[in-house]
């Protein structure tokens, strides 16, 4: 079932950002948004996780279905790695962290309060979060902040494996993660300014 989004505007703080974006991202796919900092990447994998409605327009397949990873890694500093991901995988009734464990090198690590974690060390193991949550559709602002050139392969990696799985991921990103993935500039949906009124014109 793939995720589809229909002639959407949103806005931030109350302001208009972006209109009129559209896109489908099917099962096994990537799409990799671009766009200047400040336009409104960050608002739109908000609208579309569902964490804020949209001004206009239409989401399509989300229910239940999308994990949301944003700049902070939602950690709890004084529980270990190993207990932070139990935590997350209860959360969404998923079993096992073995595998998120060895996705990201974090063996070394699992008995390790993540309060005492360097800040690429905090990152893998919120990026590992993604892997426990079971969930078919990864929606990632800026995944690779903090991490290593090292790190940045393993998470690549993992996307990977979980697009062979028939799983997908809609990522806001600057950097070539090196996936077969479609490119979606939300530049040209840049919101128009709003007309000014003959009041304020007045006073411009």
Not at 20 to 37: H, K, M, S, Y
Request: proline share 5%.
């Amino acid at each position: 079932m793939s995720l589809k989004v229909t002639d959407l505007s949103i806005a931030r703080g109350g302001v208009p950002v972006l209109e009129g974006v559209a896109f489908t991202l099917a099962d096994g796919c990537a799409l990799i948004l671009r766009g200047p900092n400040g336009i409104g990447k960050t608002t739109l994998l908000r609208t579309v996780a569902g964490l804020q409605p949209p001004l206009k327009g239409a989401i399509e397949g989300a229910e239940d279905r999308i994990a949301y990873a944003a700049h902070a890694d939602g950690l709890k500093p004084t529980l270990t790695v190993a207990e932070n991901l139990t935590f997350w995988a209860s959360v969404f009734g998923a079993r096992g962290i073995d595998a998120a464990l060895a996705a990201y090198q974090l063996e070394p690590l699992k008995d390790r309060h993540a309060g005492n974690l360097s800040a690429g060390q905090k990152r893998r193991l919120g990026l590992a979060r993604m892997l426990v949550t079971g969930r078919p559709v990864w929606v990632m602002d800026e995944p690779t902040v903090s991490l290593d050139k090292e790190a940045v392969a393993m998470f690549a990696d993992a996307v990977r494996g979980h697009l062979a799985n028939g799983g997908s991921a809609l990522i806001a990103t600057h950097i070539d993660l090196g996936l077969d993935a479609e490119v979606l500039d939300v530049g040209p949906h840049k919101a128009k300014p709003a007309a000014l009124d003959d009041f304020d014109g007045d006073f411009l």
